[in-house]
């Protein structure tokens, strides 16, 4: 059987990406920032997973206000690095797993949790800067990566109590797929930020922190955050921190091993956290 053995959180700002591209991760800007990511790729190169379920938002570039799903399920064989106004990102595009995505969202449907397949995405820098930040610069991403995109742009957006469901509803599937893989689930976006309006530039350290400390705690208490909580607190993009119960939920319920935990400010406007937690 599969089996979920680690998750990873991370921001997914996309200057983080550009300056990959740009080869400016030496700058002073950048230095303490990829710093903190200096253990996780050691850990991903020691840990390497047969598949990687990467759960993260859409910023109306594969999407529109045409069309609008909450939860969205790639399963395609491949997906490619969108074009989000420069040009595509000069990254490797990503392999899927079909089979296994498939059976996610056979018995993830089941479960009475509404996706959207989609056999065809390009995907955006909520994607990719995950990738870049945890791997560098490889010819080839180091597994198969099933996208999942999660509506945390056009309101209504689900809940985090939602969230935190669907991710133990995701770890009954990858359980149940009947093949002995090695499967991480990572949650990306957030931390506190918001990109637009009077309170652009919004960072809250202490909503950040304690944010990070529940969810490795006590993530159920966490989940029952009402989403005006985390736009109040961190901004309208903050939002974005409700995937992160996804990948959490879908954690073993006894304590997980915290093995990394980094916190940053600035990168661009947003405050980065970084997690990767194991399960036991
Ligand atoms: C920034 C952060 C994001 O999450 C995003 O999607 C776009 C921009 C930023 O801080 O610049
Ligand atoms: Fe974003």
Known sequence: MARITASVYTSHVPAIGAAIDLGKTQEPYWVPLFKGYDFSRQWLKAHKPDVIFLVYNDHATAFSLEMIPTFAIGTAAEFQPADEGWGPRPVPKV????????HIAQSVIQDDFDLTIVNKMDVDHGLTVPLSLMCGQPEAWPCPVIPFAVNVVQYPVPSGRRCFNLGRAIRKAVESFDQPLNVQIWGT???????????????????????????????EGLSQLPHI????????????????????????????????????????????????????
């Open 189 to 219: 976006g957030g931390m506190s930020h918001q990109l637009q309006g009077p309170r652009a530039g919004l960072i809250n350290r202490e909503f950040d922190n304690n944010f990070l400390d529940r969810l490795i705690a006590d993530p």
């Open 229 to 280: 909580d985390y736009v109040r607190e961190a901004g309208s993009e903050g939002i974005e921190l409700v995937m992160w119960l996804i990948a959490r939920g879908a954690m073993s319920d006894s304590a997980p091993r915290l093995r990394h935990r980094f916190y940053h400010v600035p990168a661009s406007n947003t405050a980065v956290g970084h997690l990767i937690l194991e399960n036991t």
């Open 95 to 102: 392999i899927g797993h079909p089979e296994l995505a498939s």
